[in-house]
């Protein structure tokens, strides 16, 4: 993966590195040395070497028995898990099998057309809660519960795996009264940075994407986002970036794609970066554009509204897939894109809008990503992941805590 800044030279000169650098320093040396705020959830910097054999056999029965997977979680129990599969094109299991993603809202639709699409088919449930007490998450569980139960007897307990705490919650002790098979969300690790834990690695492993791989790719890039090095060193360049652009009253980054397939990748990145950073009435907004969709919708105040955003772009080189126009009845009309192919105009739309937008005035950063592989989907996971942490340093807030999310619970009357 690469990250190409030639497009905010306009918008950011030698003065403002030198500015920032100082503080981008401190902020890099207290994630190294482990010594900064939150210091003790940096469990993510580590498990890369994660054993995976236990995970991959209990994949290989919840493939090899069930037709339909539901995967209850919210937030970091959910995102990354719905991002990598999606990334990897993993839609469905074993050709025909699905997977549905449950506990993530209070509309009770999504459970209710889950629920009849699983009255004949065989069905394994994970249950995906650190805490074990989340209010969305616990409602689906009831619910499902009851349905495993009447559907399976006492045997219900063999058709579903609690990824949650080791030793505290509600799910871990009813792990231990009813001997579930389950996995452990590390102490250390927040949900938000958890999609290279069995949080997110069993759902990918049931739909068929290497973990290994994703694991080598994460692993991969360590040596590379260990030095302050400004040049070479990506995920310091970006996070230094952004908070420049900030103090340059850039307040809203969009996360753009121009692939489908990065839909629930980008709302895993507006999470980490929302819960990471928006403290102390500080922060960065986080959001995303589908591209070229929403060029029909925002591209208009982009280009000419108030000029509070900065973009960076993520693409992905090396596609597979793809659509040539061939001839057609109507060639004298729509005769422009005779022989041309759905990623050759996508790509000149996405070089067209990034001239477009920076000429506008809105800064535009570039990642490039060089296919839809497992090991570059560890790649950019981890440059988000340390990436974040570093910008919420620089900022000056803890980007492991999230204190607010608790706030609207003390209004809930039930």
């Known amino acids: 993966m690469l990250f190409d800044d030639k497009f905010l030279c306009n918008f950011i000169n ?4 030198n500015f920032i650098m100082p503080a981008a320093h401190d902020a890099f040396n207290m994630l190294e040395s482990r010594n900064g705020p939150g210091c003790d959830m940096l469990g993510w910097l580590d498990c890369f070497n994660l054993h995976t054999k236990k995970i991959l056999e209990i994949a290989e029965y919840i493939r090899a028995n069930s037709q339909i997977v539901i995967i209850i979680g919210i937030g970091g129990s959910f995102l990354g898990a719905k991002a ?30 889950v629920l ?16 074990g007490s989340t209010l ?38 009813f792990v231990n009264i009813y001997n579930c098979e389950s996995f452990e969300i590390p102490e250390n690790i927040g949900g938000r940075y958890s999609i ?17 791989k994703i694991l080598d790719g994460a692993a991969s890039v360590i040596t590379e986002f260990k030095n302050f090095d400004f040049k070479n060193n990506i995920c310091l360049k970006y996070a230094i970036i952004r908070n420049i652009l900030y103090k340059k009253n850039k307040l809203i980054e969009i996360l753009v794609s121009y692939n489908q397939r990065l839909l629930y ?18 922060g960065i907004f986080p959001t995303y554009l589908l591209f070229s969709r929403d060029l029909h919708s925002m591209g208009q105040f982009i280009q000419e509204g108030s000029k509070i ?38 790509s000149q739309i996405l070089d067209a809008t990034i001239r477009a937008h920076t000429q506008g005035g809105t800064p535009c950063g570039l990642i490039k990503l060089k296919d839809f ?31 607010g999310v608790e706030e609207y619970k003390k209004n809930i009357h039930i």
């Not at 030698?14 to 590195?17: P, R």
């Not at 299991?93 to 009770?108: S, W």
């Open 14 to 17: 030698s003065e403002d590195y």
């Open 84 to 113: 990598a599969i999606d990334f990897l094109g993993l839609d469905n299991f074993n050709n025909n099998n699905k997977i549905y993603f449950l506990g993530n809202t209070m509309d009770p639709e999504p459970l209710l057309n």
């Open 116 to 131: 009849n699409k699983s009255q004949d088919k065989d069905v394994f449930l994970l249950v995906i809660s650190k805490s």
């Open 136 to 173: 969305e998450i616990m409602s689906a569980f009831q619910v499902l519960l009851n349905f495993m139960i009447g559907k399976y007897k006492q045997n219900f307990n063999k058709k579903m795996v609690i990824i949650t705490n080791k030793t505290r919650g509600f799910l871990r002790e």
């Open 196 to 212: 290279l834990t069995p949080a997110a690695l069993l759902p990918i492993a049931i739909a068929g994407g290497n973990i290994t």
């Open 265 to 282: 990748f980008l709302l895993w990145w507006q999470q980490l970066f929302a819960e990471s950073e928006g403290k102390n009435n500080k």
């Open 309 to 346: 955003c900065f973009e960076t772009v993520i693409c992905v080189e090396n596609l597979k897939t793809d659509v040539k126009i061939d001839d057609s009845f109507y060639q004298k009309y729509i005769n422009f894109t005779k022989n041309k192919s759905f990623n050759y105009i996508n």
């Open 373 to 403: 592989s497992e090991k570059e989907l560890g790649k950019v996971v981890f440059f988000f992941e340390k990436s974040c942490a570093i910008s919420a340093y620089i900022l000056g807030v803890n980007p492991f805590n999230q204190p």
